[in-house]
């Protein structure tokens, strides 16, 4: 499978995502061409259209070599972006100075590498290569490597440098001050409502009589003991909670009701890390992990918080890196 391709000029750079689409038109040119070849000849009333098969074989795959040729032209002179399905027909066409960042993002299907407006920087963003399996595949070493540094010269390098100081943030809208200690807030309500009902649903399935006919194993743990799963999985995100230690520098994650802790120094932390959820191509919510450095040299994210809309996201990112005291 082709990975993305680009091409690198003085005022312009090319950037081709879907290059694999080109493997798939030809695997259904030559299948669609295959089936529709043996299914004519075996009907004397489909050898008539034949030809007219062949032609909706072609348009079919054309889709997909139209889609392989599709590009996404940067041009310094216009100072904008624009998208050619095809490498001919536009779709849209984007201005540099609406461009907040050109960046990776991992979601349910992999790593890729995205444009995010300003509008809206950490939403879904405008996909500019193909699907890499994460950060450590040569393919996306290269990407980053060689095009960033082009596509970050090209957009971003002729912006003016700025001297402003970030403004503190006063009122916090995600955390809870209690003198040096930020509780992080969280709205458990739907979580809680969701334990009593599978609680309600245990016990109606565990005192009613033949409420699992036939009794099988396998019919009584769905019927009776899943719920009861479910419950304390629940019970478990009720009781979890993340507090921020400025004086002492550790973020502290606890869990049923403190029983269990584990504590992260603010100093190993990394970078953020955004990842954009998707269930059978659904969107389910875009949670923000941390990464920290581990004592074995290793990297470890931590998932503190799922955000459904991604406006919020900024902010809950300025908020947290105040109280960390590092760079958002």
């Known amino acids: 499978m082709r990975k993305t391709k680009w091409k690198i000029g003085d005022t312009l750079i090319q950037v081709f995502p879907n290059r694999a689409y080109l493997?798939?038109?030809?695997?259904?040119?030559?299948?669609?061409?295959?089936?529709?070849?043996?299914?004519?000849?075996?009907?004397?009333?489909?050898?008539?259209?034949?030809a007219q098969g062949y032609v909706f074989v072609l348009i079919v795959a054309g889709f997909f070599f139209a889609n392989a040729a599709t590009v996404y032209v940067f041009d310094a002179n216009a100072k904008k972006v624009t998208s050619k399905w095809a490498?001919?027909?536009?779709?849209?066409?984007?201005?540099?100075d609406d461009i907040a960042v050109i960046d990776a993002v991992t979601g349910t299907y992999g790593l890729t590498y995205a444009i995010f407006k300003k509008s809206n920087r950490h939403g879904k963003g405008i996909r500019i290569?193909?699907?890499?399996?994460?950060?450590?595949?040569?393919?996306?070493?290269?990407f980053e490597a060689e095009l960033l540094p082009a596509l970050a010269k090209m957009v971003?390098?002729?912006?003016?440098?700025?001297?402003?100081?970030p403004v503190p943030i006063g009122t916090f809208?995600?955390?809870?001050?209690?003198g040096e200690v930020y509780l992080m807030k969280q709205n458990k309500i739907f979580t809680a409502v969701i334990m009593l009902v599978c609680l309600v649903w245990w016990y109606y399935a565990f005192?009613?009589?033949?409420?699992?006919?036939?009794?099988?194993?396998?019919?009584?743990?769905i019927a009776v003991w899943f719920p009861l799963v479910l419950a304390l999985v629940f019970a478990f995100m009720l009781t979890s909670s993340w507090q921020f230690d400025k004086q002492r520098r550790v973020i502290v994650s606890k869990s049923l009701g403190g029983l269990t802790k584990k504590e992260i120094n603010f100093d190993d932390f990394v970078r953020y890390n955004i990842v954009r959820r998707s269930t059978n191509f659904i969107y389910t919510g875009t949670s923000v992990n941390l990464v920290f450095n581990t004592a074995d040299g290793k990297q470890r994210e931590f998932a503190i918080r799922t955000?459904?809309?991604?406006?919020?996201?900024?902010?809950?990112?300025?908020e947290t890196?105040?109280?960390?005291?590092?760079?958002?």
């Open 173 to 178: 809208e995600f955390y809870k001050p209690e």
């Open 207 to 221: 005192t009613t009589p033949g409420y699992a006919p036939g009794r099988s194993p396998v019919r009584e743990f």
């Open 307 to 318: 955000f459904m809309n991604t406006n919020k996201i900024q902010r809950f990112l300025d």
């Open 156 to 165: 971003f390098g002729n912006q003016p440098a700025t001297s402003a100081q």
């Open 23 to 50: 493997l798939s038109g030809i695997l259904v040119l030559f299948i669609l061409g295959v089936i529709w070849t043996y299914i004519a000849k075996g009907s004397p009333a489909l050898m008539a259209s034949l």
């Open 321 to 328: 890196a105040e109280i960390m005291g590092v760079k958002g």
């Open 129 to 142: 290569s193909s699907y890499y399996k994460g950060f450590d595949d040569k393919t996306a070493i290269s």
């Open 87 to 96: 490498g001919i027909l536009t779709l849209k066409t984007i201005s540099f």
